[in-house]
């Protein structure tokens, strides 16, 4: 069904909402006339698209309430009702949530091929955004989230918070910590940081697709269709699906794209590189099928000041967390600095972060790992996927978010998606 820009009506909306097209631009009460934000004092609404494991979990976070579940699966819709307690609505299509006037905040917890499309949707529709990791599939779906959420005046997070607090990954302390050691130029410049086993790395390393699917009859539950949405299609197997779907590269990237961005916007935050990418990526990887993700052996990614981030795959013993031309840190603060506990004691703690989102929902401050700092960070594991799927060396503009002369890989900073999905801001 074609539309002209800007002709459809709230009522054409609803007509359409089971048609896979997402050209829409649905108009919120906030902006007709209604007020700019909730009010410090007034209860938030809050909708979630994605039920599955972590879909669940974020039924549970605090502020805000609960309106609306989503999921192209009924069964884990119903599930979700269950724990979500009475006035919830389910719904199978994610456009039928955004159409709702009385949402404030949009929770995105479907496998990442979605992350772009539904956050785009979300901020064209008025909504604030809670996302999932990755932020996106692709650096160019990125860069359309971080164009429609600035446009549109929306706050967003990811849903990763180690730069803000908790324990960090097998270090046994805040990243603050770790923050203070790098800002005190104690280890020296440029640094090199280790991300492997010793802080856990390893863990979901081996997430892995199959490569002998046989297709079967899709089960009665699930609107396969809907939840392919943008991506290529292929025949039903339950493989493809739920837990198992970070083994794709259709959908995701392995344990890396599952787990990457947990581990990298850290480091991103700790060398002070939220506005900049990597010059340079290698990896050394077996190949890779074209469906399923398979494993590597390492991947070093190099910013233009000689700063470096050096992704384990084989479990190196007794490495570095960072090391730099004056000294080594280790995870538990460990250091082969002379004196270091009390050098570190003497340091003061870096600027604290907000860690609530709904305050910053509500006052429109910036979240401290918002659209434009996460894309960064997501930049850095879809950098890596791509190396991998190639299998050789890039070279990265970090201004222009592209490859240079390499017509290969930059199809795959945005890839065409499945008709007649697509993003229109």
């Known amino acids: 069904m074609k539309r002209e820009k800007g002709k459809v009506s709230r009522r054409s909306f609803l007509k359409i ?12 009460r906030r902006i007709l006339g209604g007020k700019a934000y909730a009010s410090p004092n007034e209860e938030l609404t809050r909708a979630i698209i994605g039920v599955g494991g972590m879909g669940l979990a974020h039924i549970e976070y605090k502020g805000g309430r609960l309106l609306a579940i989503c999921d192209a699966d009924e069964n884990r819709l119903k599930k979700a009702l269950e724990k979500a307690g009475p006035g919830v609505k389910a719904y199978k299509d994610f456009r039928e949530v955004l159409a709702r006037e009385d949402i404030d905040i949009v929770h995105i917890v479907t496998p990442p091929h979605w992350h772009g499309i539904m956050a785009v949707e979300s901020a064209k529709a008025g909504k604030d ?3 999932e990791k990755p932020m996106t599939r692709t650096i160019g779906e990125g860069k359309k989230v971080v164009e429609a959420v600035q446009r549109y005046g929306r706050i967003f997070r990811i849903n990763t918070w180690f730069r803000m607090k908790d324990t960090f990954y097998g270090f046994g302390t805040t990243v603050a910590q770790i923050k203070k050691v790098v800002d005190s130029g104690m280890l020296g410049w440029p640094l090199r940081v280790n991300v492997g086993e010793s802080t856990g790395f390893t863990w979901k390393f081996f997430w892995s697709g199959r490569t002998d699917l046989e297709p079967q009859p899709v089960p009665p539950e699930l609107d396969y269709d809907l939840w392919l949405g943008p991506a290529p299609y292929k025949p039903y197997h339950p493989h493809r699906v739920h837990g198992t779907f970070r083994g794709y ?7 890396l794209g599952d787990m990457g961005q947990h581990y990298l916007d850290p480091v991103q935050y700790l060398l002070g590189k939220d506005d900049t990418s990597p010059v340079e990526v290698e990896v050394d990887a077996p190949p890779q099928h074209p469906d399923a993700v398979s494993y590597f052996r390492w991947i070093r990614l190099k910013y233009a000041d000689g700063c470096e981030i050096f992704l384990d795959g084989e479990g190196r013993p007794n490495m570095p967390y960072i090391e730099g031309p004056k000294g080594k840190l280790y995870p538990g603060l460990k250091s082969d600095i002379p004196n270091f506990e009390r050098k570190l004691a003497s340091l003061p703690d870096p600027e604290p972060l907000e860690t609530d989102f709904i305050k910053c929902v509500k006052t429109r401050q910036k979240f401290p790992l918002n659209e434009v700092n996460a894309h960064r960070s997501c930049i850095l594991v879809n950098l890596a996927k791509i190396a991998m799927q190639l299998g050789r060396s890039l070279k990265f503009d970090p201004e222009k978010q592209m490859f240079i002369d390499d017509e290969e890989a930059n199809r795959l900073i945005d890839p065409p998606m499945r008709a007649p999905w697509n993003i229109l801001i």
């Open 17 to 28: 909402v089971g048609a896979s097209s997402v050209g829409l631009m649905i108009v919120p």
């Open 129 to 131: 955004i809670w996302c």
């Open 249 to 255: 590269w259709d959908y995701d990237g392995g344990g």
